[in-house]
Structure formats: C-alpha cells, structure tokens
DNA sequence: GTGGTCTAGACCACC
DNA sequence: GTGGTCTAGACCACG
C-alpha cells in the first residue's frame, strides 16, 4: 500500500493520489473507510505533512474522499462518476502516450491489447462494478 | 501538426516530442523526412529557439531522430527498439493510470477496450510494421 | 575539485558531468552526498545556473546521481551498471584515440602500459569495488 | 579506410584526421605515400570538399602530412615526436575518461588492462617502431 | 529553499 | 544556412 517513489519525476503527493485511487480500485479501501490522518500517515511515510495534506485536498477535489472537520477523511461512498470532455481527453492522452510509446519499443497491437488486458486483471473490480 | 497547448502543465517541449513521435507513428512524417530547424519551428509557433533546441535534443537521445551538423535534424530510418524494464514499467503505469482514471469516470472493462481500439485504429501503421 | 576550464572546447556542462564522475571515483564525493544546489555551485564557479542545471541534468540521465525536487541532487548509492555495446564501443574508441595519439608522441607500447598503471592508481577505488 | 560517421557528434573533419592518423598506424597508409586529392576524396566519400581541406590542413599543422602545392599531399617520412607538456596532458585526459567510463560500465581494472592490450595489438606497429 | 521551464539574445563550430 | 552552448533574468511547482 502506499508505493511511493521519492526519486520519482512525478510529484509524491500525485503519486499519493494515484495510490489512493488504484487502492479503492483494488478493494485495499473500502467505500467509507476513513483514511489515516495527515500527521500520522507523514509519519508513517517520513514525509513531510504538508505534502499529505495536499494529497487529500486533491482527493476531495476529485471526490474521491470527503474531509468530516475534526473526524478525519473518509473514501466517499457514493461517488457520482462525470464524464467531462477534458477528463476523457486526459484519459485518452494517457492512453494514446502510452501507445506511442509503446510502439517505439516495438510492442504490436496484439501485444499491447494483451497488455491492457493484464492490467484490468489485476486491477480486478474493474468490469464487476457496474 | 504540432499542437501544442501552452496552457498545459506538460512542458512544451515535451509536448513536441510527444508530437512528433505520434506525427511519425500516424505516418504524417516519413523516416528520413528532415524536420524543420530550430529557428524556423521557434518563428512558426512564436516559441524561444531553446524551448525546440530540447525538444529535439531529447527526441535525438531517444534515437527518434538524427543530426547532421550544420544539415539540420531528421527522423531517423532504422530505429532499434529496445525493451528495458524501466521502459516497459513506465508504459504499464501510463495504462495503468487510464485505466484507474477511466474507472472513475464510470467506464467499464468493454468501453476501455473499446476506447484503446479507437485509438490504436486512429495512429494507424501500429498494427502492421512486424 | 570540479576543475573547469573555460577557455576548452569541451562545453562547460560537459566538464562538469566528468568532473563528478571522477571525483565519485576518486572518493572525493562519496556516494548519498548531496552535492551542492544549483544556484549555489553556480556563484561559487561564477557560472550560469542554467549552465549547472543542464550539466546535473545530464548526470542524472545517467543515472549518477538522483534528484529529489525541492530537496537537491545526491549522488546515487546504488548504480546498476550497463554495459550497452554501443556505449563499449565508446570507451574503446576514447581508448584507441588516446594510444593513436600517444604514439605520435613517440611514446611506445611500455610507455603506454605504464601511463594507464598510474592513472588506475590515481582513480582509486577502481580495483576494489567488485 | 575512412570510415565515417556523419551522424556522430564529432565534426567529420575530425573524424576523418583521426582515420587517417589510425591507417597510418596500422600501416595501411606508408610514410611518403599520397593522399587522394580534396576534390578526388570529396567524391568519393560524397562529403564537402571543404571538409576534406579542413582536415588535411589540421593533419598538416599536426606535422602528420606535407602538402607540395601543385603536386598533392604526402605523408610525411621523418615524423619528429614532441612531447609537449600539454599534449601529454591531453592524452591522459583521453585516457582518463576511458578509465571512468569503463568503471560505471562495471568494468574492474583487470577487464580494463585486457581491453588496452587487445587494442595495441590491434593497432599493429605500435610496439615495434622504435 | 530546491530543481524545472521558458524567454531573449548572443556567440561559436560546422558544412 | 545549420545545430550547440552560454548568459541573464524571470516564473513556477515542490517539499
């Protein structure tokens, strides 16, 4: 839980972000469980509280999580997917750079479309949800 | 061609070379085809001369293209893929983000493939350079 | 440390990347050490910043050292060594260039054995890190 | 003979000096023979002829060639040594820099050694002109 | 405070 | 003409 690369170009409170949200994806989090608090998650991480504290502003930008003043931060449970035209260009552009990417490596559709395929797998919960 | 949105958090001329490899792989630039000089480019999309001076400098060291001094910067005709693990553990975290981002969107296992298979049929030439 | 000469045709940057990769050799910077920030090294050497950044830039596509952002640079503690035939290639012509220019200085096969001798010895360490 | 590389980074008149010193070396080229005329060699090697004259002109000031004007360039017989401070020192920073790189390759100083000897054998000549 | 990006403008080496 | 390097000075994101 909670892989974080400081080494990493990618900022850690994103990479925080990402965790959280691959994590519930997974079933590590359920949907109302409160999450751990900033000081003792910083010092679980030896990181610096403020970047946990901007992690979870971002959650509960994205709804991911609501903030109960003095209770702590809780997975929302009843989260309201919205299709924006600019977050599914974001997703497209993930996907789409990866793509290129993986072409210069000299992956072919079938071995990209395998790939993918691996990866709904183990990010399980994916196609049981709806 | 070349879109680039100044606006982005993605550096510009990371966006460039995103560009042109994507460019290459839609088949709109040729292999040896020469791209524009530095100057030129800067003046077509009123950027500084240094901002595409990186932007091929990195497509150049990742053996996208070739230059010739004092010739200009051209795509290069015979790339050598080459699969590192690293490589290969950034394009499965590239999907893998797509992936946790389009679940929160409310997309489901088929609308995902569905989407990778728009995408790979959009830069067409991915499936047929075995 | 960190000689530069400025008048070289070597650019600047790039005699920075060897000056640090010498001094790891030599033990002069020993391997976590922070090395100094970017604005720092640039008054001390009256240099550019830009100029800095482009060489710890480089030294970290190295994989030489690591940079933690908001923190500094540290020389890297655990260096997977490649050995790419490309980049074999390129030592052995430093190599050759260096034994076909000795020998237009008269030096003969001893004497050469002899120069490589001290230059082991000088970069210690080299012998002992299997 | 002359193998160049123009999409390298070293100028290719450069390039084209260190070739010929190398073919000397190796006896490939005797002492007193002719080069090829600038114009003859731009042909053939479909390079500028005023790169051609560039390097004959560097190999001329390094003492390695006369030129008789009229009649063409020559290598020269009676090669005088001089072991300028500064060119030793420029010799050793070849090697220097083979020596550094070869270590963050992982080679170890018995690997190094052998590569040195498997090169002087391989530039003949060096160990028996004296 | 740190590194990262960008602009503006200059100079050089190479072909 | 080309790309490559360097300076000067600005702004931003990160921790």
Redesign the pocket.
């Given at each position: 839980m909670f892989n974080i690369d400081?080494s990493s170009?990618t900022?850690?409170?994103?990479q925080l972000v990402d965790s959280v949200k691959e994590g519930i994806l997974k079933g590590l989090i359920e949907p109302g469980e409160k999450l751990p608090s900033v000081r003792e998650l910083a010092k679980m991480m030896t990181?610096?509280p403020?970047?946990i504290q901007?992690a979870y502003q971002e959650l509960e930008r994205q709804k991911v999580t609501v903030t109960l003043r003095g209770k702590g931060t809780y997975v929302s449970s009843n989260y309201k997917p919205r299709k924006d035209e600019d977050r599914i260009m974001e997703v497209k552009d993930l996907f789409k750079k990866g793509i290129v990417e993986a072409h210069y490596m000299g992956f072919k559709r079938e071995d990209i479309l395998k790939m993918i395929d691996e990866l709904l797998k183990e990010l399980e919960g994916v196609g049981s949800n709806d």
């Open positions: 400081i170009s900022p850690i409170y994103q990181l610096n403020n970047t901007k």
